[in-house]
């Protein structure tokens, strides 16, 4: 029987699912035992990493013109990564981190993998397996961002705007859940996506997820 676009991307985000006890920062992060230090480090990998994804989503969107649907998405992710950007520099001001400090950053390549991998899907993969792999993906980032927000009220007294960056991937999106739906139905119609090969993405993009949270914790020790 063939499977919906929905019931694809609800199996695909379960399978390729990480061991919640496999991330090596996080659950540190939600206990209030990360150094705060290790905060504004991953403020600062994430100032690459956003505009770099939103590049590569706005690029992928470019690729995707004969598929509307498809270019809706990633547009949608595109503006949403340029209203984290804006959060993320509250964020990063409340690690105390100002030019200075953002200009004598080695940026950690553990964490710079992920942004690099989403810039070769945006210029090899096709655009409809990268929809499938993307929202596998955004799911695990997802319940991080939720520990992390809560963890930085509870243990580090952070105020509510400076956790905004965290709350914006924390919340539901029912409107880009939809999208990816829409995305997903319309190359499956069409046959234009191959699920083998956008599970490969995804499992990659997963691998550098967990690469990135290694790579901080790592630096933490």
């Known amino acids: 029987m063939t499977r919906t676009a929905r019931e ?18 996080v659950p540190r992060i939600a206990r209030g035992e990360a150094d705060p230090a290790v905060l504004a480090a991953l403020a600062l990998e994430q100032r690459r990493v956003i505009p770099a ?13 004969a598929r509307p649907e498809t270019a809706a998405y990633f547009t949608a992710l595109a503006d949403g990564e340029a209203l984290a950007a ?14 200075a400090r953002a200009r ?11 942004p690099a991998y989403v810039a070769w899907l945006a210029l090899n993969a096709e655009p409809a397996d990268t929809v499938l792999a993307l929202t596998a993906n955004f799911s695990a980032w997802g319940g991080y961002c ?5 963890a930085l009220r509870t243990h580090y007294g952070f105020a509510e705007e400076a956790c905004a960056f ?18 997903v139905r319309t190359a499956l119609d069409a046959g234009d996506l191959d699920e083998t090969r956008a599970r490969d993405h995804a499992r990659l993009l997963q691998t550098y997820e967990a690469q990135f949270w290694t790579a901080l914790a790592e630096q933490a020790q």
């Open 104 to 114: 004598a950053h080695e940026p950690l390549p553990g964490c710079q993998s992920y």
């Open 146 to 150: 939720a520990t992390i927000a809560e």
């Open 53 to 65: 994804d939103r590049t590569a989503f706005l690029h992928l969107a470019e690729r995707s013109t």
């Open 8 to 25: 694809l991307l609800e199996t695909t985000t379960r399978d390729l699912a990480p061991d919640p006890r496999s991330n090596p920062l």
């Open 166 to 183: 965290f709350d914006f991937f924390a919340e539901p999106a029912p409107a880009l859940d939809e999208a990816a739906t829409t995305a």
């Open 86 to 99: 804006e959060h993320l520099e509250v964020f990063a001001a409340a690690c105390g981190v100002d030019d």
